[in-house]
């Protein structure tokens, strides 16, 4: 949304929660700012999640015309309340809204089933002399595991629960993506639409996802809980159905979209136009990013050319985590690792096996000079704030208290 890494902006470190009172800075414009000065109509279905403490943080202050979905980072997917224990007090509430009103009456229905039938609204109803934009992040497949039955039962042959009702949870979503697609294709748009799908990190291992044979889970800096997967469906596109493995970092959304969508930025951002490489084919413009530096964690890691170095703790949990079976998986959660750094050449072995720190010390060296010359603030990461309880919004996660 920014085209910045979050350690530029001080969001690096963990998430936001709910009575955390910060969210995106207000000084950055945000994706929709921008692409809304290129005269598109611009919606947000879903996940919010950015920060709304206050109403500037809110999406429709921040370039959207319309939101509809929740602003938290998890809720139940069919009550829509979001619980939060701090102090030994549990704070509960309804979060889910309709830009800056309270939707209660959609207790019961499956958020993917919600989100969904928004999107297929939103294009219907939209005027086509005008471009699009709409953000659509899923609350699937984020814990908590929930999903309709007959989902699940696509999947009896899968005989450990949690994966069992992930699977369900994934197809639920293709099929919503499917219904929106065909809503496209019914509006006359669909040709002139480019699709972008992407997922944001690796898998919960320890909630029915799963990165074998990548090493780690979400959270860590493993390659199984940073490497992603996405694809992009669309006018423009010189070499569709091709696989591209080319390196980009999430920043690069932001002026890839723009490019795409005929603007340009002014300024220095972290993120990179990859769209000539993603349409043209030719070679892709970024040589290094930076996965993380996180000053209270203790912990860094970037990549240069098939390069990559951690320094400081890379995450838990570790190892290599076979698609789970019905016995417990805690025994392969816990792997523990000592060393301060770890080298690995990713072209030679994705799966991050071999730790060449001490085979190449003056690489190590380099990467290390290199990874300090980015300029990192340091995590805004306030306390948490009881005069974001819902109770005092009529039992609503609101903004208004900071």
Request: aromatic share 12%; with cysteine.
């Amino acid at each position: 949304m920014t085209g910045y890494y979050p350690f530029r902006v001080g969001l690096q470190h963990s998430v936001i929660w709910p009575l955390q009172p910060h969210g995106v800075p207000l000084n950055l414009t945000l994706l929709p700012q921008h692409l809304k000065k290129l005269g598109y109509a611009t919606h947000a279905v879903g996940k919010w999640h950015l920060g709304f403490c206050s109403k500037k943080h809110m999406p429709n202050e921040r370039g959207f015309d319309s939101f509809y979905g929740y602003l938290t980072g998890s809720e139940d997917y069919y009550k829509h309340t979001r619980g939060f224990t701090y102090m030994k007090h549990f704070y509960n509430g309804l979060d889910f809204r309709r830009s800056w009103n309270p939707v209660r009456t959609d207790n019961g229905s499956y958020s993917t089933h919600l989100f969904a039938r928004e999107a297929v609204d939103i294009i219907r109803s939209h005027d086509p002399t005008f471009p699009l934009f709409m953000y659509l992040p899923f609350q699937a497949v984020h814990m908590p595991l929930q999903v309709p039955q007959k989902y699940e039962d696509m999947y009896k042959d899968v005989q450990h629960s949690d994966r069992r009702k992930y699977c369900g949870m994934v197809s639920a979503m293709d099929e919503a993506v499917g219904n929106i697609t065909a809503a496209l294709r019914a509006k006359g748009i669909l040709d002139n639409t480019l699709i972008v799908f992407t997922s944001d990190n690796g898998g919960q291992t320890l909630s029915g996802g799963n990165n074998f044979p990548l090493r780690g889970n979400k959270a860590t800096l493993w390659e199984g809980g940073t490497r992603g997967a996405a694809f992009i469906h669309g006018p423009g596109l010189k070499y569709p159905k091709s696989i591209n493995s080319a390196l980009m970092h999430a920043v690069d959304w932001y002026p890839t979209l723009v490019a795409a969508a005929g603007g340009s930025l002014d300024g220095t951002i972290d993120g990179l136009n990859q769209w000539p490489m993603l349409s043209e084919g030719v070679s892709a413009p970024r040589s290094e990013l930076v996965y993380q530096i996180d000053q209270l964690d203790g912990n860094a890691a970037i990549r240069v050319g098939n390069y990559k170095l951690i320094v400081g703790p890379p995450g838990m949990p570790d190892g290599w985590i076979p698609p789970p079976s019905e016995q417990s998986l805690q025994n392969l959660h816990h792997y523990e690792n000592e060393t301060k750094l770890h080298l690995f050449n990713l072209k030679a072995d994705p799966t991050e096996h071999f730790n060449l720190a001490d085979v190449y010390p003056d690489l190590v060296a380099m990467l290390q000079n290199r990874l300090a010359q980015y300029r990192a603030v340091m995590p805004d990461y306030p306390d948490n704030d009881p005069r974001g309880d819902p109770a005092n919004f009529g039992g609503v996660w609101s903004p208004g208290w900071c």
